[in-house]
């Protein structure tokens, strides 16, 4: 009888721990849930404060100091060229000379191949660095002066960059925190709750993109140098206890 009523008394401590664990959980995930997770939005457009720009320009000739020679020509061309322009000399940077050999390849009558000696390509290039955004995009357009010197001159689309990012990047952020500051409030002020503490805050990767452009963005950020004018933009996410 004994056995009986402490076998009895032990499941029902069972029980009733095992509904108190139980209420606990409930109460648990119940905290958990009490939560409201809104996204904020910060964004900035702007104006590119820096642009690099570059080209290359070469000979060939069958002998490697004739085709030198005049590759060194030709550099103090562009050099006083751009000098007319009003670059300043410590603004151009010349990359080292890239010789390639050049061949030509036939096929004969019985099928075999050979291939001959053409002679030597040189290549070098010309890159420019400055914040005088406007007179280097119009170097860029006019750059065909040089060609008419009779230099094989090829040159690339500028870049544009934005040295003050940092800054727009913080008041990004700060719109962005606001923005969902006010939606969180907003949804507890709807649900008839008020916001608790912040739990958590996650931010995104910046993005910036040309201005009314289709550009995707991406999961690493995107960092658009084709335009000057650019547009950028930031999310940040917020989580928020509900009282």
Known sequence: MNRNIIAVAVASLGFIGGLAFLGNAIKNRNQGENTISVTGLGTKQFTSDLITWSGNFSRSSMDLKSAYDELSADRKTIENYLLSKGIPKNEMVFSAVDIQKQYSYTTQANGSSSQYFTGYQLTQTVSIES???????????????????????????????????????????????KDARERAEKIAENSGSSLGHLKKATMGVIQITAPNSNEDYSYGGTFNTTSKEKDASITIRLEYQVD
């Open 131 to 177: 914040k005088d955004v406007p007179k280097i995009e119009n170097l860029s357009r006019n750059i065909t002066e040089i060609i008419n010197q009779g230099i094989e001159f090829t040159s690339s689309s500028p870049n544009y960059f934005y040295t003050k990012l940092s800054e727009v990047k913080q008041q990004m952020i700060a719109d962005a925190t």
